[in-house]
């Protein structure tokens, strides 16, 4: 699962780091350290400038809502559950299966959040959990492996700007074995050397599951932080950053 993760960079540092030919932001997202679902994220997609152009699809920097809402949906609230898609299942999916096969995205993040469940027992009797953050060891972005969909909203009139919703979803896989004991499940990274083939909207269905795989072991890095963090209306850079040692439970020095 990926519930929460950090996207401190601005567009123009995406811009750069991604390759991307066209900024489609009205107004840039302020550094989110705490990018919980149904927020505003950054995604990096590849669109043809109009459906009926034979130029060859752009590479883009736009805003997504996190909470992929099918195109068939009639509610968009079903988009609160729709956070992540598994790899095993995200091509067969009612869900996700348009999506997989024509609107994939990279989703820039700093990190993620897991939360790892100690021996401490709360005031409810259930497992205290701690947060870690998780991230690339080179201090590079995470290119997180997303779907995108379109949703026109049937209650808004044809010339409102605001008719059409723009969401996205995170694919996750098993994790690997460094990160398995904090969570068995993490986001599915996109290598650079493969970002085109994935985000290409016609690229042969069969190849694409090949285009994702784990993080390979030792490449990401993974220590406890603070539990404000649970709280998401808490936001700024303490939150991604190291828990003292003193503070963190004795088992996970082990």
């Known amino acids: 699962m990926c519930g929460r993760y950090a996207s401190s960079r601005s567009p123009e540092e995406l811009v750069e780091e991604f390759d991307v030919a066209e900024t489609m932001i009205e107004a840039a997202l302020e550094p989110d350290y705490n990018v919980a679902p149904t927020k505003e994220v950054y995604a990096v997609v590849e669109r043809p400038p109009s459906r009926e152009s034979e130029e060859s699809p752009r590479r883009q920097l736009r805003v997504l809502r996190w909470g992929l809402v099918p195109s068939w949906a009639k509610d968009p609230s079903i988009g609160n559950r729709m956070i992540n898609a598994r790899m095993e299942t995200v091509a067969e999916k009612p869900a996700y299966r348009k999506a997989f096969a024509a609107r994939r995205c990279l989703l820039p993040a700093d990190g ?9 027992k709360g005031r409810n009797g259930k497992p205290v959990k701690q947060p870690f953050f998780i991230r690339p060891r080179d201090g590079g972005s995470l290119a997180m492996a997303g779907l995108y969909e379109i949703w026109r909203d049937p209650d808004k009139a044809e010339d409102d700007p605001a008719r059409f919703r723009w969401t996205c979803t995170v694919i996750t896989t098993d994790a690997e074995d460094s990160l398995g004991r904090i969570h068995d499940r993490m986001p ?24 994702l795989t784990p993080a390979e072991p030792g490449r990401l890095e ?3 932080v ?11 850079p303490s939150l991604v950053e190291p ?5 963190v439970p004795e088992e996970l020095l082990t």
């Open 222 to 224: 993974a220590y406890a």
């Open 188 to 211: 599915l990274m996109v290598e650079r050397e493969r970002w085109h083939d994935w985000l290409d909207p016609q690229a042969p269905q069969d190849t694409l599951l090949d285009l």
């Open 243 to 247: 828990l003292p040692l003193e503070d």
């Open 226 to 236: 603070s539990r404000a963090v649970n709280n998401v209306r808490n936001n700024d």
């Open 112 to 120: 993620y959040f897991e939360w790892y469940a100690t021996d401490e």
